[in-house]
């Protein structure tokens, strides 16, 4: 039932923002050209993997702690094993995202397999924090419900429901929310299927999406393995 309930929620969650911003407030996002359905959507769904895995990855130390205790058993393939889980919701959802963009006209070409790479780079992004959160969680529980809260901030501090270009006459604040990591991520998606752009043309924004990532795992990797030793003893 469970698995039933992670397609449910997210299509109902689609449903519901398409009616109240589309049908109800008639919103369009500035200067896109797009229809608001494949718009939302495609920026929706890279978003509900990340605050799906990341809150499940972050207590899975918790949620396993008979395995942390084996002194045998390799506790670090943990949030791996949840990310990897997760992803074949993601998968799913993907397929649904390129049959409403298909209705609309917009055939999968060679542009489209970039999916595939904006999907490692969130998986990989998932996986830096991963290892920060579900270390330091073991020892301050109250973590989780942060994460959490900073999930609902996170949603509108995102591109998702509304366009960056909004912003074109507020450039620090528009760069301030490019530095938000999963900007890339939805910009990604969206331009993915509907643009015909390869992501080494937006090379800033690549090289700092990289940089940004790779230092969170190295920083996240070494909080994992310090306090690693003292797992088995708080839990």
């Known amino acids: 039932k469970r698995q039933i309930w992670a397609f ?50 972050s207590n899975c130390l918790l949620e396993y702690s008979y395995l942390v205790k084996k002194v045998v058993f390799k506790i670090s393939i943990l949030p791996i094993i949840k990310l990897v889980a997760a992803t074949f919701i ?56 942060i994460i959490n809260i900073g999930l609902q901030v996170g949603m509108w501090a995102t591109p998702i429901l509304w366009n960056i270009g909004m912003l074109e ?7 301030l929310f490019k530095l938000n990591p999963l900007t890339y991520i939805v910009n990604g998606y969206r331009s993915a299927i509907y643009e015909e752009s390869w992501f080494f043309e937006h090379f800033y924004s690549s090289t700092y999406f990289w940089i940004f990532t790779v230092t969170l795992f190295c920083v996240g990797s070494l909080i994992f393995k310090r306090l690693k030793v003292h797992f088995a003893d708080v839990l």
């Open 169 to 175: 006459n507020y450039p620090k604040l528009r760069v």
């Open 8 to 57: 449910i929620q997210p299509m109902v969650t689609v449903a519901v923002y398409f009616v109240v911003f589309q049908l109800g407030l008639r919103v369009q996002p500035a200067a896109t050209g797009y229809p608001y359905i494949c718009w939302l959507v495609s920026g929706i769904i890279p978003w509900f993997f990340f605050s799906d895995a990341l809150p499940s990855a």
């Open 90 to 145: 993601h998968a799913f959802f993907v397929g649904v995202l390129l049959i409403i963009a298909m209705m609309y006209g917009y055939m999968p070409n060679l542009y489209t397999l970039q999916i595939f790479y904006y999907s490692f780079c969130l998986f990989v992004l998932m996986l830096a924090m991963s290892y920060c959160t579900c270390a330091i969680v073991v020892f301050f529980r109250d973590l989780a419900q």
